[in-house]
């Protein structure tokens, strides 16, 4: 039976990082800053060059984001309404792909959703990673402008925040 249309915008519960498994003060400490520390800076000359050269851990910077702000925004924005779905989980993916190809247009920059190793969010929004920020970094007043936009989309939950670096969650269960 699929959700009925009044149900599409149903709350989804943030997460509680009391109730985690993954414990904050377990993790390694991600930065604000936009450098990257130098154990996580992959060396490109290195790796063409040396046959040992092992790529350091990706890191991704960005936004954490939740189910509940990815809902909140499709709905803020009126973005066309998902198809009929009996899985909330679906109906959910769909939401974070409309709203992820909605905000893509807007910054006129290709934004990533990830998994991120977080006791505090289900996802989060990427401008860049480790491995490519050399070839896809903006100008600073270009990001100043990805970051606006992304905050002014998302709304005053992400508003606060300042971007950061995150681990992927699927490095970290290997």
């Not at 991600?30 to 992959?42: A, D, M, N």
């Not at 960005?62 to 009126?78: E, L, M, N, S």
């Not at 247009?105 to 289900?122: G, M, N, Q, T, V």
Request: with cysteine; glycine share 2%.
């Amino acid at each position: 039976m699929d959700i009925p249309d009044e149900e599409i915008y149903n709350p989804c519960p943030r997460p509680d990082p009391a109730k985690s498994w993954i414990k904050a003060e377990d993790l390694p400490k991600c930065s604000t800053e936009k450098k990257l520390p130098e154990e996580y800076r992959f060396n490109v000359r290195r790796w063409r060059l040396e046959p040992g050269y092992i790529k350091p851990r990706k890191l991704f910077y960005g936004f954490g984001v939740d189910i509940q702000d990815f809902i909140d925004y499709h709905q803020r924005h009126k973005l066309p309404q998902p198809p009929p779905s009996d899985n909330q989980a679906s109906l959910w993916h769909y939401i974070m792909d409309d709203v992820m190809d909605d905000l893509n247009a807007h910054c006129c920059f290709e934004l990533e959703r990830i998994l991120p190793l977080s006791p505090k969010y289900d996802y989060a929004i990427a401008l860049y990673n480790s491995h490519h920020i050399s070839v896809t970094e903006l100008e600073d007043d270009e990001e100043e402008d990805v970051i606006r936009i992304i905050k002014e989309r998302f709304g005053e939950y992400l508003a606060v925040q300042r971007p950061q670096w995150f681990f992927l969650l699927m490095d970290s269960i290997h």
